[in-house]
T-cell receptor, first 113, second 111 residues
Framework: DQQVKQNSPSLSVQEGRISILNCDYT??????FLWYKKYPAEGPTFLIS?????DKNEDGRFTVFLNKSAKHLSLHIVPSQPGDSAVYFC????????????FGKGITLSVRP | DAGITQSPRYKITETGRQVTLMCHQT?????MFWYRQDLGHGLRLIYY???????DKGEVPDGYVVSRSKTENFPLTLESATRSQTSVYFC??????????FGSGTRLTVV
């Protein structure tokens, strides 16, 4: 049973436009959510996080929105750049700390010049 | 250099062989993890450790063994490698405050 779902395997957007990456979760105990970015032949790197006490967190071009009632979060990248092309993993934790994260399958984002 | 390092980066082994993947971190993070990444499955937790001499199973532990005699090292051993264990393996560490930091991965091929 997949507790963190990234149902769209890929997304292609034009440079300068907004990229919206979606993530759904089923475990009501999750209260801390993170996005990781992964380039080929490299390990995932932390991008942005949000705790359940917030509904929005912003860091430069990256904003994460959390809708607890819908058990849904999304990552917005504005404006998208070719260097953003990577695999993005959504992850969730039940403790508020960052141990034992449960990851989704990932979304491959391609930003076209 | 500070960080988390995995070795080897690439490994080819035969079915039935024992193989050990190494992971070393220099931050003295309490938590360490092993994940495997497979197409269609994302990142799945194999084993994790909350401290030296404390380990526990994750989502897909069968066929793997871990140990953590020192805080900085967390080796992953495939006791008898199978083709289904062909994957990219990532080690990560965490101090529970800033999120996981991942190593660069080990690409393992079992032939």
């Amino acid at each position: 049973d997949q507790q963190v779902k990234q149902n769209s395997p890929s997304l292609s957007v034009q440079e300068g436009r907004i990229s919206i990456l979606n993530c759904d979760y089923t475990n009501s105990m999750f209260d801390y959510f993170l996005w990781y970015k992964k380039y080929p032949a490299e390990g995932p790197t932390f991008l942005i996080s949000i705790s359940s006490i917030k509904d929005k967190n912003e860091d430069g071009r990256f904003t994460v929105f959390l809708n607890k009632s819908a058990k849904h979060l999304s990552l917005h990248i504005v404006p998208s750049q070719p260097g953003d092309s990577a695999v993005y993993f959504c992850a969730a934790s039940p403790t508020g700390a960052n141990s034992k994260l449960t990851f989704g399958k990932g979304i491959t984002l391609s930003v076209r010049p | 250099d500070a960080g988390i390092t995995q070795s080897p980066r690439y490994k080819i082994t035969e079915t039935g062989r024992q193989v050990t993947l190494m992971c070393h971190q220099t931050w003295s993070h309490s938590y360490m993890f092993w994940y495997r990444q497979d197409l269609g499955h994302g990142l799945r937790l194999i084993y994790y450790s909350a401290a030296a001499d404390i380990t526990d199973k994750g989502e897909v532990p069968d066929g793997y063994v871990v140990s953590r005699s020192k805080t900085e090292n967390f080796p992953l051993t495939l006791e008898s490698a199978t083709r289904s264990q062909t994957s990219v393996y990532f080690c990560a560490s965490s101090d529970r405050a800033y999120g996981y930091t991942f190593g660069s991965g080990t690409r393992l091929t079992v032939v």
